[in-house]
Nanobody
Framework: QVLLVESGGGLVQAGGSLRLSCAASGFTFDNYVMGWFRQAPGKERESIATISRLSRYTSYAGSVKGRCSISRDNANNTVSLQMNSLKPEDTAIYYC???????????????????????WGQGTQVIVSS
């Protein structure tokens, strides 16, 4: 059974920090690009950060660049998102997701499409108060 379980969400004041974690099981973790997405009420799900299989490449949405850092630990099948200087606009449900990597696809294009991700977690709520 494939599982992605997020944790670390909660209520935080603007300017504060949170570290989200995602524990993966049921698939070969290091064959997958990992990403963090978020969805605010009334808005589409958007990519926040992605990380390549061996952590050689990372990418971030412009809205969080400089404030967030994605990392993964393949030995423990986990991916994390450190979020600093949080803003009310960061309020959303945050999801971790896994996209199967192929050499044909490579890393020439951004891994930001929801449709490329095979597995999704249940989400964890982040609320940033002003």
């Amino acid at each position: 059974q494939v599982l992605l379980v997020e944790s670390g969400g909660g209520l935080v004041q603007a300017g504060g920090s949170l570290r989200l974690s995602c524990a993966a099981s049921g698939f070969t973790f290091d064959n997958y690009v990992m990403g963090w997405f978020r969805q605010a009420p009334g808005k589409e799900r958007e990519s926040i950060a992605t990380i390549s299989r061996l952590s050689r490449y990372t990418s971030y949405a412009g809205s969080v660049k400089g404030r967030c850092s994605i990392s993964r630990d393949n030995a423990n099948n986990t991916v994390s998102l450190q979020m600093n200087s949080l803003k009310p606009e960061d309020t959303a449900i945050y999801y971790c997701a896994a996209a199967y990597y192929s050499r044909t696809r490579g890393y020439s294009g951004a891994w930001t499409s929801n449709l490329e991700y095979n597995y999704w977690g249940q989400g964890t709520q982040v609320i940033v108060s002003s």
